[in-house]
């Protein structure tokens, strides 16, 4: 009796251990695509309770950025069943991610500079004489964010 018993748990054990490789899909959405992808929507599920523009809640971004990438969930689910099978390469692309998401946290900080100096004129020098290297940087921070305004940032 205890051999058996033995036996089940073993089987146990061993059948609750799982390295599921999933086959590659048909539609698999390619790797840069679904880095771009994935930060648009950690982006969308992070901005579900802040208001537009229009102070107007918009309560599921998720449709606007299927609709962007022009895919389903459905096409979503079996891409991301299948990086997320590999971890080496799904790790890689989640760095990805973080790295486009800290970009993006640092051209919203130059915006918020360029701004704040637009309002204030003389926030980098106190005494009210901008010296040439600070109205070059100003310059270069200013051709910077027309580039962003462009959409060059990704």
Do not use: W
Request: with cysteine; hydrophobic share 35%; proline share 2%.
């Amino acid at each position: 009796m205890n051999k058996v018993l033995y036996f089940f748990i073993l089987m146990f054990l061993v059948s609750c251990t799982s390295n599921t490789i999933y086959k590659k899909p048909k539609d698999l959405i390619p790797k840069d695509s679904m880095v771009n992808l994935l930060t648009d929507m950690y982006l969308a599920s992070s901005a579900k309770n802040i208001k537009n523009k229009n102070l107007k809640k918009l309560s599921n971004y998720m449709v606007v950025v299927y609709e962007k990438y022009k895919i389903d969930t459905v096409r979503f689910d079996t891409s991301n069943k299948y990086y997320t099978s590999r971890i080496d390469e799904y790790s890689e692309m989640l760095n990805l991610v973080k790295k486009n998401i800290d970009s993006l946290y640092d051209i919203y900080i130059i915006k918020q500079r360029i701004q704040d100096s637009l309002d204030r004129p003389n926030v980098l020098n106190l005494k009210g004489k901008e010296t040439s290297k600070e109205i070059e940087e100003g310059k270069k921070l200013q051709e910077k964010l027309y580039e962003l305004d462009k959409g060059n940032h990704r």
